[in-house]
């Protein structure tokens, strides 16, 4: 298969995220004790919200498996649509509670999968995304592109593999985590977020990886103990801080390619986590956005989803 591990350089620490990008960046199918994804209706009516005034007309919501477009223009015109829906789902909500609303993890799924198929294909994506705004365009390169690079990195694994998710702590307290670090250490918060994205999708990947890497940010023991702080190193808090403290002894904030190519030494690994940091600086939603994809497995049996709705 096209994701098989091509970094032979990678240390005890790179192929720990090697193992996990089979997980967290695959595609569409869960190991087999994993539980089943729940097959939904093809599309889910949207609510229109409940005023004396006249009702808009509801939307309708992408299902779970809805097929992604193989035709350039009906792949950008999906992309666009989804993109506008989900961002105005994500102003609504913004954390506001622990557990998105089903517009949001709805539309985020989706939006995933259509990045995740562009990866698949660049010679559609590159048609589909000359019919895209600028600045959406621009978006989309990043996400595919940055895909495309932890794929690289990712190989099969058994379908018996045993396997844990757990529902991610509330975007809020995650977000909260991430500044505390970049105010103590200096580390970007959106560079810390890009890397638990990469790493476990924000705490959703609960299994220590099969060199056993543990954590939402994936360290090995040794390097816990380095910089760990003394911490709890599956507690969220104590992740963001270490690897915020691991990356500042790497040369961040002044070197991210230094920095970020110790805590794996892949450049495939650096250009994608710096590819989604710079997206959530560009428009914060991003963050929101990349904290509702979900986990994905590639097994020699195939891919499926193993969280989400």
């Known amino acids: 298969m096209e994701e098989r591990q091509k970094h032979p350089r990678l240390t005890g620490r790179g192929?720990?995220?090697a193992a996990l990008a089979a997980v967290a960046l695959a595609g569409t199918a869960a190991c087999g004790n994993a539980a089943p994804v729940r097959n939904a209706p093809a599309r889910q009516p949207l609510a229109a919200p409940t005023s004396t005034a006249t009702p808009t007309p509801s939307r309708t919501l992408p299902g779970p498996d809805e097929k992604i477009?193989?035709?350039?223009a009906r792949l950008a015109s999906a992309l666009k649509e989804t993109t506008a829906a989900l961002n105005d789902a994500i102003d609504a909500w913004k954390g506001k509670n622990g557990k998105p609303p089903a517009d949001v993890e709805l539309l985020a799924l989706h939006h995933q999968r259509i990045y995740r198929y562009a990866a698949r294909h660049p010679k559609l994506a590159a048609r589909a995304f000359a019919r895209l705004p600028k600045g959406l365009a621009a978006q989309a390169k990043d996400n595919t592109r940055a895909i495309r690079e932890l794929l690289a990195l990712a190989h099969p694994?058994?379908?018996?593999?045993?396997?844990?998710?757990?529902?991610?702590?509330?975007?809020?307290?995650?977000?909260?985590?991430?500044?505390k670090a970049e105010?103590?250490?200096g580390v970007e918060w959106e560079v810390l977020a890009a890397v638990m994205l990469a790493e476990t999708k924000f705490g959703r990947v609960k299994?220590?990886?099969?060199?056993?890497?543990?954590?939402?940010m994936q360290f090995m023991p040794a390097t816990w103990r380095a910089y760990g702080?003394?911490?709890?190193?599956?507690?969220?808090?104590?992740?963001?801080?270490?690897a915020a403290n691991y990356l500042k002894?790497?040369?961040?904030?002044?070197?991210?390619q230094r920095a970020l190519h110790a805590y794996n030494p892949s450049q495939a690994y650096v250009n994608a986590i710096l590819l989604h940091a710079r997206q959530i600086k560009r428009d914060p939603r991003n963050y929101y956005v990349y904290y509702n994809w979900q986990v994905y497995v590639?097994?020699?049996?195939?891919?499926?989803?193993?969280?989400?709705p």
């Open 183 to 185: 105010r103590r250490f």
């Open 249 to 256: 002894a790497s040369g961040a904030p002044r070197d991210y």
């Open 157 to 179: 694994i058994k379908p018996s593999t045993p396997f844990k998710v757990q529902p991610a702590r509330p975007a809020a307290e995650l977000l909260r985590h991430f500044k």
């Open 229 to 242: 702080m003394g911490g709890d190193v599956h507690d969220p808090r104590d992740a963001v801080m270490a």
């Open 15 to 17: 192929r720990a995220l």
């Open 69 to 72: 477009p193989a035709n350039a």
């Open 207 to 216: 299994s220590a990886s099969h060199v056993g890497a543990q954590g939402p």
């Open 298 to 308: 590639i097994t020699t049996a195939g891919e499926r989803r193993l969280t989400g």
